[in-house]
């Protein structure tokens, strides 16, 4: 899982798109398990499949956390009734 930064509301508009090549002229690299890192992100967790839930039109995943880090400093994308952001001090 990653974590988007602030400035990268494209990118979290690109990978909730249906029908295209999400990861095409993406930089990321894969983790110790295979999962994709994106590069810029806030931060990432390296997970396995624990469980999957169906929730209506969602699914709902469970995993379990085999490593992290936070290797950003901007600070993290903010979703707001379809509109994206960050935080102000």
Known sequence: ???LTEDQGELCRR???????RFADVDW????????LLD???AWLDCELWA????????IVLGSV??????GAAGP?????????GFTA
């Open 40 to 42: 810029g992100a806030l």
């Open 52 to 59: 999957e839930h169906d929730a209506g039109d969602h699914t």
């Open 77 to 85: 994308l903010v979703v707001f009734r379809g509109n994206y952001g």
């Open 29 to 36: 690299r894969a983790s110790a398990l295979g999962n994709p």
């Open 66 to 71: 085999r490593e992290l880090d936070s290797p």
């Open 15 to 21: 990978f909730a798109t249906r029908g295209i090549e």
């Open 1 to 3: 899982m990653n974590v």
